[in-house]
């Protein structure tokens, strides 16, 4: 269940981001990049397995990551412009896990052990809010695009 929300994860990413910039990327491009970023998850995650990296790297790399999938996979953006969302979407991840997952979870005396063993409606609540922040992009995004002319990607 963990890896599904890692994909789940990857898709919020990618939508809300470019929904946001008023675009309209085609379902072919939100597969591919919730592919590849929902792998890029697993795999940078567990990246402190194989090699004696600081903890924290796996951020940096999944930073790097998303620039580069967003450069290739949507070619109207520009690496400067990719580099900004990435950092921007992390940033957004990391005040969202200060204000409200990080607080929730202490509120509901979890640790990560137990929410990786929730059962399926604790660990969609845990999501949400590990999320919600990406969540109100994505549904701004579209409220802004339904009132602007967005570009189909």
Do not use: C
Not at 5 to 15: N, Q, T, Y
Not at 58 to 67: R, V, Y
Not at 100 to 107: D, G, R, S, V
């Amino acid at each position: 269940m963990e890896s599904l929300g890692h994909f789940m994860h990857a898709w919020l990413i990618f939508i809300s981001s470019l929904m946001y910039l008023e675009y309209k990327p085609r379902l072919k491009k939100q597969v591919l990049f919730t592919v590849f970023y929902g792998l890029g998850i697993i795999f940078f995650r567990r990246i402190y397995e194989f090699l004696p990296v600081p903890f924290g790297t796996h951020m940096i790399l999944l930073i790097m990551w998303n620039a580069i999938l967003l450069n290739v996979i949507v070619k109207e953006i520009s690496w400067i412009k990719a580099t900004v969302i990435s950092l921007i979407v992390f940033t957004v991840l990391l005040i969202n896990d200060l204000i409200i997952f990080m607080p929730l979870m202490k509120y509901l005396d979890l640790t990560v052990d137990s929410i990786i063993g929730a059962n399926l409606m604790r660990y969609i609540i845990l999501w949400i809010a590990s999320n919600f922040l990406l969540i109100v992009a994505y549904i701004t995004g579209i409220m802004r695009n339904q009132k602007r002319q967005s570009y189909n990607l």
